[in-house]
């Protein structure tokens, strides 16, 4: 499972409040992903990082902000939710080199916005 | 921009069956594809990579081919069974550098007892 973990499972918030979705992975790698799944959308990229401080936006990143402090950890921050952020969030991980790209993903968390 | 097609959206089978699932995308620009299976309420697995200079990989049941001058992939599963129903999705991976994956909206398959 690429050692990936991401927290909280489940969270139900109210419209207006800050969220930070954790996503955690052990084996040092370098590439990380934040994706949301909705229905009829498939999974779309929200922001990526390519190392520790390296951050870029993917297409739905408006309304989310990332931060890489340390290699382990890659967080997503909602500033300030809105229903329209009631998704599926999920982490992903690229493979290490000589893993031709393969990514990888972690459990997801449900998120509500009421 | 990269747009990745799944159809069928949703197939039934009975058990026994082999079966294809097509997945078609529109810049033959990649650097691969991936063939994801997601079971209800769970995260994405790997199922198989393919690299863009490769025509096709297998593992175990499943054979995934691409043919990128047309713009497409099939993932062939023999013998289906009831373990097998799930969401299957395909990402194609840019060349930008950034690894970047494109989702299709995914396959749901029901293999019927």
């Known amino acids: 499972d690429a050692g990936i973990t991401q927290s909280p499972r489940h969270k139900v918030t109210e419209t207006g409040t800050p969220v930070t979705l954790r996503c955690h992975q052990t084996e040092n790698h370098r590439y990380m992903y934040w994706y949301r799944q909705d229905p009829g959308h498939g999974l779309r990229l929200i922001h990526y990082s390519y190392g520790v401080k390296d951050t870029d936006k993917g297409e739905v990143s408006d309304g989310y902000s990332v931060s890489r402090s340390k290699t382990e950890d890659f967080l997503l921050t909602l500033e300030s939710a809105t229903s329209s952020q009631t998704s599926v969030y999920f982490c992903a991980i690229r493979g290490q080199q000589g893993s031709h790209n393969e990514q990888f993903f972690g459990p997801g968390t449900r998120l509500t916005v009421l | 921009k990269q747009e990745v097609t799944q159809i069928p959206a949703a197939l039934s089978v009975p058990e026994g069956e082999n079966l294809v699932l097509n997945c078609s995308f529109t810049d033959s620009a990649i650097y691969n594809l991936q063939w994801f299976r997601q079971d209800p309420g769970k995260g994405l697995t790997s199922l198989l990579l393919?690299?863009?200079?490769?025509r096709e990989q297998t593992s175990g049941r499943l054979n995934a081919s691409l043919d990128k001058s047309s713009g497409r992939s099939t993932l062939y599963i023999a013998a289906s069974q009831p373990g097998d129903s799930a969401t299957y999705l395909c990402a194609v991976s840019t060349t930008s550098g950034t690894y970047k994956y494109i989702f299709g909206t995914g396959t749901r398959l029901k293999v019927l007892a």
């Open positions: 393919i690299q863009s200079s490769q």
